[in-house]
């Protein structure tokens, strides 16, 4: 059985490479049928880990007030699959407003206490840091200047209310230095990150046709 | 000159042989590279080190198969060195089409370390709300995950008897290929004050040396070299220590090629 | 009706979870607690939302004999394999997440494989892209190009074999100019998302309810 699975994920696995030919039958195959068990498992999971132990258990587990609370987040599951039907469908702004009103709660104050004020205070650091020797102060100093001139030409370039001009464009341009080195940074890591996935799928692919 | 002007249009699937042999290549010869171990990683790997035995660490699992290659050799490091260190591991998730993934691996690693599960870990499985579900957790874990995975009641497993929120866990663990690395730092660490290392894929890694550097995490785990040093650190190098020849080949001659490219760019520049 | 009680609802949570944040105490702490629980089940049910649309859209290209309406049978049957193989195991084992089951073993040999490669394409893309994209026309994109090959290179075994330096430029660059562009990015970012927030709680973001 084991043996049938593996060659099922290798035959699946060779038509999706297969697109890197051209995009062919044998591709749109697995690409829909990818689609099609996607969906389905989401239904078994939202039954499994949502409704069934958080809704009905719990409502077989609770009793008293707490029992009958359990009704209002099962109207308002209810109410937002309403958007099935057009005539229905604004129905389900009120369970929407409930998910956004909490989703934009949580944010204000973790995007405030979780990034803005901590990444402040750590760009906020002393532009002389004093080392063991000189060159370990001439490095902490450079360093840190480097993170505080970044962090702030980084944000006047994206500061759009008035004409860079003068000062603000002299900040603008260095910020630019730093978001290029950002952006290729972050471009060696992602092509990092794919190859990672090639290396995995090839050495299943190896693997399964005995070549390792 | 033919050279140089064939070298700037290769055509596309020839790319694509290229790269799929740069990387087959090294997997069949089975090659091997030495692994740096940085800073990060260490740190990281020190993190668990320094925790007094019987510690309680939460696991996340926020990624999928899609970056499982990366994933999967930090996660089975995290649960060998736990484990070797005799810590209490919570395993929870963010990702649903992830978590049954990373259960194949702690089924592997808990047999091969001989822990018990509701002793020495406990699967909580899967609930959706993401920040809600975080937020919640600080104030009674009961109140999302009442049961485990299979539907038993956690109350009935010796290891959850005093565990209530984050006040009673030592250690925060992401495996993320997403923002829920970031959601788990915005809105835990900083309001419940819990220690966290971040175990993230390589396009994931850049964004947390920020919160790498402010303190707020303790070390990254990033990509599939992230992924070798911690094998290295933690003695068991498997798929990404091994996996690391074929990503440098893989590296250089994507490297290569770019250097091809703007060979013929500025040939047909001065052209022109 | 229709507006004015989603837009209360709205303020109404948004500002208790605010509220909360300052006083986590009883009753305000236990009525955000009920509410977080309540999102997390109400969340659900939006995940499930997209289901009638793939449905829909594959029925009726099967009906109307659209271009390429085979392939939707093999969508059905996929969904249909997957709730069928679902429910079997839970009926057998009691859970579909039994390692033995048949859900996981369509999990695992369907869904992984499947998933894992539609990704894995992308690296052939990525490096098309870069062989054809990646030229050094100004002083910027120059920039972007070294910064690229440092970190490709020092990210692995290989940049140490070439010159022992490399990784440590390449942590270099992470650590300080990298640094400090993403957190000037982000910074502007979560302003911004702070600013968003506070417009969708006072009723003024109303985007949502259209």
Redesign the interface.
Known sequence: MNLLGTWIAAGLTIAILSFLYRDNPLYKFAEHLFVGVSAGYWVIYIWAFDVKPMLIDEFVRQAGFEKWLLIVPAVFGVMMLMRWIPRTAWISRWPISFTVGIAAGLALTAQVQGYIIPQIQATLLPLVSVGNTTAETIGRSFNNILIFVGVVCALLFFYFSREHKGALKVGSKIGVIFLMIGFGASFGYTVMARLSLLIGRLTFLLQVFGFR | MKVLDWLAN?D??L??LA??LA??IP??M?LR????I??EVRSAYETIENLPEGSVVLASIDY???????LTPMFRSFLRQCFRKKLKIIYTGHL??GL??A??DL?MVTAECGAVYGEDYINL?????????M??IG??IR??F??D???VPVDSFPMMKDIHNYGDMALIVDFAHGTAGE?W???V???FGVRMFSCV???M???L??YL????ITGII????GAAEYEMLVGNPE?AAF?????????????A??V???IG?FISRRKK | MKRDIPIIITFLTGFLCVVAFFIPHPPLGDLQQRFLIWYAIVYGFTMVLGLDSLLKYNIKKITQRKEGWQYSYVLLFGLALVLVTGFQSWFKYGTPFELRSSFMYSYIHIIVPLQATMFALLAFFISSAAYRAFRARTFEATLLLVAAAIVMLGRVPIGKMIWSEIPVISDWLLNIPQLAAKRGIQIGVYLGGVVMSLRIILGIERTYLT
Do not use: W
């Not at chain 2, 990033?222 to 070299?225: C, R, S, T, Y």
């Open positions: 290769i596309r699937r790319i694509f790269i799929g990387v087959a997997i069949i089975k590279m030495p692994i740096r940085s800073s999928d198969a899609t970056s499982a290659p990366e649903a089409i049954p993934l259960q194949f089924d499985g899967y609930r959706p709300g993401y920040t809600a579900v937020i919640g104030r009674e109140d999302f009442a049961v995975y299979k539907g959601y730092i915005q809105y660490v900083s309001r894929t390589g396009v890694a850049p964004t040396y920020p550097q402010a303190g707020q990033g990509g599939l070299q798929s996996g690391m020849p074929a990503q440098s080949i893989a590296h250089l001659l994507i490297i090629f770019i091809f490219g703007n760019y």
